[in-house]
T-cell receptor
Framework: RKEVEQDPGPFNVPEGATVAFNCTYS??????FFWYRQDCRKEPKLLMS???SGNEDGRFTAQLNRASQYISLLIRDSKLSDSATYLC?????????FGSGTRLSIRP | GAGVSQSPSNKVTEKGKDVELRCDPI?????LYWYRQSLGQGLEFLIY????????KSGLPSDRFSAERTGGSVSTLTIQRTQQEDSAVYLC?????????????FGPGTRLTVT
């Protein structure tokens, strides 16, 4: 079993739709969690950290469920510019594990 | 300000040759990470530096891979006797301190092609 698993997608949704991704992790001792965004042939960039209490940044909401060992990302009112690969990242004692990413494509 | 830089941006080498990849982290960042990303795949963790020391080398795929960091700044990743399966984009990232909550800033990567 992979340490961090994501649905690879692609998710193809119309502009304005709400879309959600989940990511599961295998190590219960994992300490911190992030969502990164990677555009085609570009480097990853931090989208948001994920806190136990859940956090929101504009149209983006991230949640962590430690009991079930998954994190989620919700994107509301999706824009064309949201098209990218979304990488789930789990950090345990500085060992950084990236998921293989979920591809999102927003269509007009 | 200046971000993470990597050189070369592209490297084509023949199988069996050695290559050296360079990473210049953001000034003042004490943590430095190397990753590998094969086409269409996620990032594979290779090695992490805290200052000049590497507490975690567990991700290095074989003894052909080595990395060092000097002066708490520049890092080089060396691949000896390259193989075709080494072809990938090698990404370097740095963060302010090696803490669990600190954002990693990525360089643009070095695209390595082994022919």
């Amino acid at each position: 079993r992979k340490e961090v698993e994501q649905d690879p997608g692609p998710f193809n949704v119309p502009e304005g739709a709400t879309v959600a991704f989940n990511c599961t992790y295998s190590n219960s001792a994992s300490q911190s969690f992030f969502w990164y965004r990677q555009d085609c042939r570009k480097e990853p960039k931090l989208l948001m950290s994920v806190y136990s209490s859940g956090n929101e940044d504009g149209r983006f909401t991230a949640q962590l469920n430690r009991a079930s060992q998954y994190i989620s990302l919700l994107i509301r009112d999706s824009k064309l510019s949201d098209s990218a690969t979304y990488l789930c990242v789990v950090n345990m004692n500085h060992k950084i594990i990236f998921g293989s990413g979920t591809r999102l494509s927003i269509r007009p | 300000g200046a971000g993470v830089s990597q050189s070369p941006s592209n490297k084509v080498t023949e199988k069996g040759k050695d290559v050296e990849l360079r990473c210049d982290p953001i000034s003042g960042h004490t943590a430095l990470y190397w990753y590998r990303q094969s086409l269409g795949q996620g990032l594979e963790f290779l090695i992490y530096f805290q200052g000049n020391s590497a507490p975690d080398k567990s991700g290095l795929p074989s003894d052909r891979f080595s990395a060092e960091r000097t002066g708490g700044s520049v890092s080089t990743l060396t691949i000896q006797r390259t193989q075709q399966e080494d072809s990938a984009v090698y990404l370097c990232a740095s963060s302010l301190v090696p803490g669990t909550d600190y954002e990693q800033y990525f360089g643009p990567g070095t695209r390595l092609t082994v022919t």
